[in-house]
C-alpha cells in the first residue's frame, strides 16, 4: 500500500485533471492540501479496524465528492461549480483504491473493497507498481524498507503532478489574440 505521500501526490494530479490549480498562492495550498487529504484521507479507516473496505471503494468517493459540492470545498478555485468540485474530490478519493490495488498486500482481506456499496468483494490488480508500506514500524529494517518505498512512489507520481501542473497552470490564449 502506497503511503500518505504516494497518495497525496496522486490526488493531487488526478483533481489537477478537471480543476485546473489555482492562481493565487494561498487558493494554490487550499487546493493542494484539500486534494492530498481527500488522497489519503480512505486510511483513516485503520483507526477503526476496517483497513481496505468500505472507505476503499468509489461509494465512498461518491458520498464525500457529494459533501464537498455540497459545502464547496476548495479544489476547484478557478471554476467553484458544484460539478467541478465534485468531480475533482471524486477523482481524488478515487486515486487511493486505485493506488492500493496497484501495491502488494498481505493482510486479509487481500485487496479493496473498490465497488462498495453494489460489491462487497475485495479487488487487487496482481501488478506490484509500488511497494507495501509497514503499518508496524519498530525496527531499523522497517524504517528504511518504509522510506525507500516513499521515495520510489514519489520517484513515479512527482513526474506526473509536475506535467499536470505545467500544462494545467498556463493561460489558455483568447480566440481572437495573436
Known sequence: MPSSVGHGLAAIAAGWIVAPPAGTRRAFLMQAGTLALLGA???LDLLIGRHSQETHSLG???IVATAAAIWRWPVSPVDPSRSRIWLA???AWATHP???ALSPDTLAPIGVMAFW???REHYITGWNVFLPIS????SWRMVRHDTWAMVRETLTIAPLVWLLWALRRRPRSSAGSS
Request: glycine fraction near 0%.
Open 60 to 62: 465512498a468517493a461518491a
Open 89 to 91: 474530490a471524486f477523482l
Open 98 to 100: 486505485l493506488l492500493d
Open 117 to 119: 456499496p453494489l460489491s
Open 41 to 43: 484521507a480512505p486510511d
Open 135 to 138: 503499518r508496524h514500524c519498530c
